[in-house]
């Protein structure tokens, strides 16, 4: 199967902080590098909606969320453009999106603008491309009904799929507890999970991707991890394209994210090579020092996985809790789709079942303590340790 791709131009400007005139500068470069200025991306009457990273309650500062400026500059460009109306959705993985928007300052910016935070509610199905694997997908009805739909991602690390750009931030296109269930339906292979992203970001078809890097997230992302400045802004139409150009810049292997496998394996480009690069030059914003998140085998190294049954306990990396984090406030027992995970009477921190686990991860990302980091089995570290000398 080949699919046809969108336009494969990815723009990136240099953007040094959220000083809201260098942002509103940055963004309005952007529709203008991609399509020569928003009012091509957004025709006059449409309904558009903006789909943020709106993860779970954290500040603007925990870059875990796009930055209220690069929100309020997409919505005051929307407007300019003759956009009928502009809302602001998403379907956190805990928490309701006014909550969260709350939390990290963009539902003040709504407010501020006349524009209405929603969290997603109702589902409807719409037919996949033909060729996926997934003939039909259920996703939020605001979704589904846009006129445009504008993709807003930051830049995060993530320890099942190593990043989370702007095709895994569609996963939010998912309705409530539909999510668990395609952890669920997933199992452990972060191959099925990263297939099924690729083909719901291309069923979507966002009218453009932004991508905040302004300040990104590395190491135990993409909830508990660290901030990091990255210096830039970056779209296109195209989202495989534009997670590829930020790998890029970031100095993450190729071979490292799930989601480039998947989207070759159903025909789409991922080589830089057939890139069309605008705005401004990446080589100064380069970097080589990114920290991922604490990257885990979920199957075991590939050359033990005959043996996995034998030695899942030994060669496998899980969920740990970290107890002096741990507050016992239950948020990862119910985001867990396996009902791995329990709180004992007896104790005031909460106890994973590493047999009913599936390697989602989902806890690891909602920690609102940062309790919880993927942790290598002792087998697997005496082997990353034997393989170093």
Not at 120 to 129: E, K, L, N, W
Not at 166 to 182: I, T
Request: hydrophobic share 45%.
């Amino acid at each position: 199967m080949t699919l046809p791709q969108q336009d494969r131009t990815v723009t990136v400007r240099s953007c040094s902080s959220y000083d809201y005139p260098l942002v509103k500068e940055a963004v309005a470069r952007l529709g203008e590098d991609i399509a020569g200025g928003w009012a091509s991306i957004i025709p006059r009457g449409s309904k558009v909606l903006i789909k943020p990273n709106l993860l779970t309650a954290a500040t603007a500062e925990q870059a875990v969320s796009p930055h209220p400026a690069v929100v309020r500059a997409l919505v005051e460009l929307c407007r300019d453009a003759g956009a009928a109306s502009t809302t602001i959705g998403d379907s956190p993985g805990f928490g309701t999106a006014q909550k969260v928007a709350a939390k990290c300052g963009i539902l003040d910016t709504a407010r501020e603008l006349g524009v209405e935070v929603v969290n997603f509610a109702d589902s409807i199905t719409v037919p996949a491309p033909a060729g996926f694997h997934n003939r039909s997908f259920s996703i939020a009805r605001d979704i589904a009904e846009a006129g445009v739909v504008i993709n807003l991602a930051k830049f995060k690390t993530h320890a099942m799929m190593t990043m989370t750009l702007a095709v895994k931030n569609l996963f939010g296109a998912f309705v409530g507890k539909q999510k668990a269930q395609w952890h669920l339906q997933s199992g452990r292979s972060q191959d099925h999970f990263a297939r099924m992203l690729v083909e719901l970001a291309y069923t979507v078809r966002p009218a453009i991707s932004v991508l905040d890097a302004v300040i990104g997230m590395e190491g135990n992302g993409p909830n508990s991890g660290t901030p990091r400045k990255l210096g830039f802004l970056a779209a296109s139409r195209d989202m495989v394209s534009l997670d590829r150009v930020a790998c890029a810049i970031t100095g993450v292997a190729p071979d490292k994210v799930y989601i480039f496998k998947a989207a070759q394996n159903m025909g789409l480009a991922v080589d830089l090579e057939g890139i069309r690069l605008a705005g401004d030059p990446i080589e100064p914003l380069k970097i080589t020092d990114l920290k991922l998140a604490s990257m885990m085998h979920v199957q075991g190294p590939a050359y033990f996985r005959p043996f996995a049954r034998l030695l899942l306990h030994s060669l496998t990396t899980r969920p740990a809790v970290d107890a002096t984090r741990c507050k016992g406030c239950g948020i990862c027992m119910q985001a867990c789709p396996a009902a791995a995970i329990s709180q004992p009477a007896d104790k005031a921190v909460v106890c994973i079942d590493c047999d009913a686990c599936i390697r989602c991860y989902c806890c690891q990302e909602l920690c609102p303590e940062g309790a919880i980091a993927p942790r290598d089995a002792w087998g697997l570290r005496l082997i990353k340790r034997l393989k170093s000398k």
